[in-house]
């Protein structure tokens, strides 16, 4: 009889313990219950960020915002990496001298962006196109050189014709923003001079198409 009693208390400890430890049996491993599993933390500021808009336009990088002072007495709110804070730096720069190689020197104007196919510029491009204007009237002695590119998609000869309609069309622009046609040049270089060498992606023929700045006097 106390034997009985013996194996039954074994029994009913063992159960005792086993409920206190809320664990559950597989395969004879004790493993925890799933709500004491750890999660995976699914911030969404993890997530990469699409590097082409909706119209398969390159988005850059601009950084965070900055104020820049103009020599003029303007001041301009523009992003720390932006074509605006390169071109101002160059100019606000006693240093800076205008090299003799013609390939050097070139800023990507990163918010310009076209209709397919077209010299015609996106209403969001308006801004940034100002800024230019602006940069130039503070710097009156400045003069520039607007370079369009392509990729290599298409006929040669139409990208060469659009190139140099898009490089004129934002030459056009700076003139008609009151900045003295006397200091502005414009060429088309269609599929020449990629900054993105492969050309076999979708991002990297994105950033091929562009058009580009170079200070040529300061």
């Not at 310009?112 to 009156?140: C, D, H, M, R, W």
Request: aromatic fraction near 6%.
């Amino acid at each position: 009889m106390k034997l009985q009693k013996g194996i039954l208390a074994v029994v009913v400890a063992s159960s005792l313990a086993f409920t206190a430890c809320k664990c559950e049996k597989k395969e004879g491993i004790a493993v925890a219950p799933a709500e004491d599993t750890l999660s995976v933390d699914t911030n969404a500021d993890d997530v990469p960020v699409a590097k082409l808009d909706a119209d398969g336009n390159y988005i850059y990088d601009i950084g965070n915002n900055l104020e820049i002072a103009l020599p003029d007495g303007g001041k301009m709110s523009v992003g720390e990496n932006s074509t605006e804070n390169k071109l101002f730096t160059m100019l606000n720069d006693a240093n800076f001298a205008v090299s003799d190689d013609k390939t050097q020197g070139w800023v990507t104007l990163d918010r310009v962006y076209f209709s397919t196919g077209k010299a015609e510029l996106t209403p969001n491009s308006e801004a940034q196109v100002a800024n230019l204007i602006t940069l130039l009237k503070a710097y009156p002695t400045a003069t520039i050189k607007v370079g369009g590119y392509t990729d290599n998609t298409g006929d040669a000869a139409v990208n060469q014709r659009v190139s140099t309609e898009r490089a004129k069309t934002i030459a056009d622009k700076i003139i008609a923003g009151g900045v003295e046609a006397s200091r502005i040049e414009s060429e088309g270089y269609g599929a020449q001079h990629f900054v993105c060498a492969a050309n076999d992606t979708d991002e990297c023929k994105a950033q091929n198409r562009r058009v580009d700045i170079r200070i040529t006097k300061k």
